[in-house]
Structure formats: C-alpha cells, structure tokens
C-alpha cells in the first residue's frame, strides 16, 4: 500500500516570498508522483509530475518538485509568489509497477492551502 | 465540452434518499475512477474501473455502488444517503498510471 503525508495543512506567506509545500510519500514499490492544484470553487489542474529521469521537476506557472528517493519525499516550490497562487495543493503517488494491486490508482495527501497576502 | 462532464454540479438532498451521481467523457480513455474530497482528508478512492466489465473498490467504498454502461459512462449511486456523504465528488480518467483528467466535480449536500 502507498500513502502520502503532506506536512503542512496551511502556509501563509507574502506575495513574492519564496515557498516550499512539502510532500512525503511511503510505498515498497516505485512510484509516479505528481502535484495538483485546486484553485476556490474550481476542480483538480495538474501542475506538474515525475515519471523518471531528471528528480528536478518544472511545471506550470512557475512551480518545480524535487523528486528524492532516498527521503521519499517531493518538496513543490516556488521562487517568488503571487497572489493568484492562493489555492489548495495536492501531492499525489501511482504506483509505477504494472500488475501491483495499486497500479493506476492515484493516492492524495491532505491538501495544503496556500494562501499569499499582499 | 469537457473531457469529463459532471452531472449534477450540485445537489442537495435528504437523509434516506437514493442519489446518483453521472460522469462522462469524450477522451477515449478506459480508466476512470470516483473520488470524494473532504477539507483536510484530500481526495479518497471510492470505485475504479479499468474496463467496461472490471469494476473494483477503492479505500471507502461502503455505502456506494457505481455501474459502468459504455466506455465513456460511469455513475456513482449512494443508495441510502446520509449526511457524512456531504462532500465534493470528483470523477476522473486515465489512459494508464499517469495522465489524469478530473472532472469540475459535483457537490452534494445530505441533510
């Protein structure tokens, strides 16, 4: 079975502060992970995800995740946000193994709510 | 149109009352899932089906069931609803393991 921890269920900063949600997974087999966002009243955007290769991930609007195997983690950050980042965030794992029983199931953590001020 | 249509976008209804939930996609894809979303709990796994004829349980299954009509159908019924299945219902798509496609989500309200 796989799970996802994310640490943190608020972060509050200020518009053009640097950010950091974090992200830690658990699972005995390998792993896809992504990173969704949520902005109020509307469904589930995709902002980026790890399939292989390079752990330094780049994705929509500004956002990157370093995938890190060893700490199991995949830390979403952003250099400088804007008010419009305001939105909850989801940090989610699929097993990578074809034929495991978690296969193609997406598994979420709790959700961070960003929130920027000005 | 949306790749994943989700009817109603809201409902509320009472305590008892059976209530299904209808989602359909334009992607192709063979995959699709029901989710619930409470505040601080993410999203949770109700029912998959990776195939019309395969249907199977996710993580909080019980008091739900679904139907699979066609590739690109694929409701979601609380037979007896009560009101801790007051949440925002999400169906979503898949081509595999990755590339999901969620829908705008329908919230229920169960009084």
């Known amino acids: 079975a796989q799970s996802v921890t994310q640490l943190d269920s608020q972060v509050p900063v200020f518009e053009e502060a640097p950010v950091e949600l974090r992200c830690n997974y658990s699972?005995?087999?390998?792993?896809?992970l992504f990173w969704y966002v949520q902005y109020p009243n509307q469904g589930l955007q995709l902002l980026l995800k790890?399939?292989?290769?390079?752990?330094l991930v780049k994705g929509i609007n500004g956002f990157e995740a370093e995938f890190n195997k060893s700490q199991t983690s995949f830390h979403l950050r952003k250099p400088s946000v804007h008010i419009s980042d305001t939105a909850e965030y989801f940090c989610?794992?699929?097993?990578?193994?074809?034929?495991?029983?978690?296969?193609?199931?997406?598994?979420f953590g709790q959700g961070t709510i960003l929130t920027v001020h000005p | 149109d949306a790749d994943v249509t989700q009817t109603p976008r809201n409902r509320i209804t009472k305590t008892g009352k059976r209530i299904m939930l209808e989602c359909s996609q334009t992607?192709?894809?063979?995959?699709m899932y029901w989710y619930r979303q409470d505040p601080g709990l993410g999203l949770r796994l109700i029912y998959y089906?990776?195939?019309?004829?395969?249907?199977n349980k996710g993580e909080i299954s019980d008091g739900y069931s679904v139907s699979r009509q066609a590739q690109a159908k694929f409701s979601l019924s609380l037979e007896s609803a009560i009101p801790n299945q007051t949440a925002l219902y999400f169906c979503?798509?898949?081509?595999?393991?990755?590339?999901?496609?969620f829908g705008s989500g329908t919230r229920l309200t169960v009084v």
């Open positions: 790890y399939l292989s290769g390079s752990t």
């Open positions: 699972s005995s087999v390998s792993v896809y």
């Open positions: 089906s990776f195939d019309v004829k395969d249907i």
């Open positions: 992607k192709g894809h063979d995959r």
């Open positions: 989610a794992v699929s097993e990578a193994n074809a034929g495991g029983t978690s296969y193609g199931k997406l598994t």
């Open positions: 979503a798509t898949s081509v595999g393991p990755y590339g999901y496609t």
